[in-house]
């Protein structure tokens, strides 16, 4: 399997140095030294194709500008990284990063008035639009990663010294934005069963209203918090802060692009979500999607005047500062939105996979989920203090043999050396994947005499 | 040649159809159906080779992800853009990219202190290092786009209502950087010949002392500006700036990764570059240096603590929010790096090619060039009202006539339909592309009756 996989990669490579001759070439068509670098190229794809088809073969490339491994993480194992799993990126994804990594890619066919989710060649202008209907808000703007989605609201909304409602859960990112901002975060304590509740929000309200003198200027919560991956009750919760006249960020970091989200039905002000993180697309990005009573002030454009030229850049928003996302990892996200769009509608299976594994996991007896359970999400905090960690009590690599057994079964992901808390997440991995995974684990339970409940139930 | 470019990229992307399979694969191996997709993309790929090899076939992939075309500038075409030229991916980051595109892919080994500059693999770490000593200064941060660098250097520094010092060609996002801060623009004149000299900017900042009562919060100035490509004297600037006790930012969008830039002395503060513009990386992407008297003010850590939790996130930094570029544009800025360092040794070279070109345009007799002459960058404005634009005035496509015959020789990136000023780039270009662009431009000239002046000297 690795064999192919690195051939594959090799196979690509070697397209990619015939592709450099190509550009090196004049348009009107090759000299005869480039037809025979072509040649050659080509003779060493089909090499590689004979060690692809067949599996053989030793890696002849295994640095990427003498530096870099090939990372193969996605192709030869199964990766269960907490953060990683909804921004692997799609095969389309992948085929437009070929065709579009170049800097300023986007900018092809730029023309008044000069900003990028005007451009109509790519259809930019189009997407923005459908980004906007995705979460069913009224405008939709690209930005670097949600953290950047965050700010543009907390600059314009927040002054110095004000305090901003946020869960005890909150992101750090929504702490950083923030305190760029000039602001104070104030958290809303979480129930026993680590949910924040619309009573407990309106009691944090109260409470900092009473100790400030002052509305808080803006409340910030995460429909799937990142610590243990549940489900909050953000329609209640902003509710409950439009009683306040505050107004409401939605972070669908972790629901954006993997789950549907309706920002009116929340009644969410700003829908954040993160490109890299939950919509198949290269970092930096993200989108910072509001309403049309909001926009004219977070997309606000610039009034500055130059006070020689009385030049004037009327038409670029001053918290997007201009345009955002101007190659690569726009076109990552807009050619993973068809699957993305798709993909959604099929939450309740992802979520289905996510109880199939972690009901295994539950089924090696001392192992614990710290999440709400059944799961509602994908990603999970679980707890085998009881299970793996009593094994690491004793081994000699301590927790890492979790990491060795997991590894020599193909899966990665999971925290080096943590055999206590650690989290996971299942997204998108198939059907065939999940019953791999869940079986290997009880299989390395069973390796180290932990005791194993037979499964009960169909799935 | 476009066969030959087409046949490249439906090669890729077969690959990636391959290596789709491979994706959905077990790690212990391919079943019998992937085993047999895989053959079937392997002799779909060999199919192609042959195509490409004979220079034969028609297209059979023409869209990515249904709707966008494959970019074929770089492969098919000359391109003279003036902002894309040095952002083109170098060939070791396109190979990055294939191996880096997901999400958060440079996150495989983040362990504490959980910070992007501070992983070892890949070397981001290492990359931080020698990215500061590129341009010499103390310290070196990835960022999304120059412009993130100057809003992060504003919010720091700049305060409700503080004039900042730019120059009346500074760039729009310098503008906004300033707008968002809460600060106000105040623009150096330039001279007749288009430059920014330090007497000028002394002149300013007294007239904004005697005016505002303050003393500016920052000074910011491009090296080589966004109009003219002109060179200006940021060394002088600086002097003057510091002897005000004002803060110097060096905006090295059109500097950094294409000539030496030596941050220490120019006597910068802070060095911002801009990778997807001259870095060969893909956006958004770009570097904020400074020294080490300036970094832990804007390379602030958070101080904010959660009100219940006590939750503290103390590596993280404010103005970064936290991580930056988490995946595929740091690792092309990575993988081109060693190429970058070598071509800004080769600077001179691309000033004579520039240069080679501005002549044959100059002599093509009512051609002007509006930039300093001769040439110092590879970024130049020229004026054709009297060449090519005469043609347009009598020609059934207007200026169009200009873009009809260039893309006819394969030549694209001139601002389409403009025939009086515009701009173009000839970063990056090749002798033998650069004699051939030369001569693209006299062939037209000539064909529409246009003097052309022999040339004189060598090249």
Known sequence: MKEQVQKTFEALFALEDIREVLREALPTGLDPDEEQAVREGVARVRAILDDLEAGTGTPAVTKIAGTLDIRNREEAYINIQPIQAAGRL???AR???IAYGDGYSTCDACR???????????????FHEDLAKFVNMDVARVVPGARRGFQAV????VSKGDPVIVSALAHYTEFLAVEEAGGVV????ISKENLVTPDAVAEKIEEVIRETGKNPALAMFDH???QFGNLHDVAGIAKVVHQYDIPFLYNGAYTVGVMPVDGKAIGADFVVGSGHKSMASVAPSGVLATTDEWAPKVLRTTAMVGDVTNRKFGIKEVEMLGCTLMGGTLLSMMASFPAVKERVNHWDEEVKKS?????????????KVLSEYPRKHTLTKVDTTGSFDAVAATHKRRGFFLSDELSKRGIVGEFAGATRTWKLNTFGLSWKKIRYLAEAFQEIATKYNLNV???TGSA
Chains 1, 2 share one sequence.
């Open 154 to 157: 907390a600059s314009t909304l």
């Open 112 to 126: 008044k008035p000069f900003r990028l989710d005007k451009i109509t060649k790519p259809s930019i202008a189009a």
């Open 224 to 226: 799937v918090d990142y």
């Open 355 to 367: 109880n199939y594994f972690i009901d295994a996991l539950l089924a090696i007896e001392g192992s």
């Open 95 to 97: 085929k437009a990063l």
């Open 186 to 189: 104030k958290e809303v304590p």
């Open 90 to 92: 799609t095969l389309e």
């Open 453 to 455: 409940k037979p499964r």
